[in-house]
């Protein structure tokens, strides 16, 4: 038989090595949520890089356009510099050869970066890329603009503009776009 004083600090001893245990599982818990954290990041941040980054900023917006008249879209948000990517539908499809060309996109970006004379403002930094669309079908269109930006700025915020425009001069015709943004 062992004494109770022996018993005792066996006990008290077990108890301090379990609250010990306790305390490390809960450290090394919270050690690896950072770790999962940063690792999250890091795949955040390489998808970025390689380009590998998609969103879609406009789904499905139908538009009429008439005949030599043009539509520009709401301003789109530019967070990194990357690719826009716009793809759609027409009717009445394209079913003349000569009409090729009808549909065309214009794509405008502006980047705010800060005035380095006047510290308060912004300078706007606009870029119009050249009218063009490839319309692959007979109702079927798609682009790419490439996008530059300077990253996300405070108020006001880097962004574009699309513009889409009808060259038929006697029909008019309705366009679905849907854009996405890659970065």
Not at 38 to 63: C, G, M, P, R
Not at 104 to 125: F, M
Not at 154 to 170: C, F, H, M, R, Y
Request: aromatic share 8%; proline share 7%; net charge negative.
């Amino acid at each position: 038989m062992v004494s109770r004083n022996v018993a005792t600090a066996l006990g008290i001893t077990c108890i301090i090595l379990a609250s010990g245990l306790a305390g490390t599982l809960i450290t090394l818990n919270g050690e690896y949520s950072k770790t999962a954290n940063l690792q999250s990041q890091v795949n955040d941040l390489t998808n970025i890089a390689i380009f590998n980054k998609t969103e879609v900023v406009v789904y499905n917006w139908t538009i009429s356009i008439g005949p030599n008249k043009n539509v520009t879209s709401l301003p789109i948000e530019v967070p990194l510099s990357g690719n826009l990517e716009v793809e759609g539908n027409v009717q009445p499809p394209n079913l003349e050869p000569s009409r090729i060309g009808e549909v065309w996109g214009n794509l405008t970006w502006t980047v705010y970066y800060p005035d380095l004379w006047h510290p308060l403002g912004t300078i706007p930094y606009e870029v119009s890329e050249n009218d063009h669309l490839g319309v692959i079908a007979d109702d079927y269109f798609q682009m790419y603009f490439p996008i530059v930006s300077f990253g996300p700025s405070t108020n006001p915020s880097s962004s574009a503009t699309l513009t889409i425009g009808n060259g038929d001069p006697s029909v008019t015709l309705a366009v679905n776009i849907t854009i996405t943004l890659q970065y």
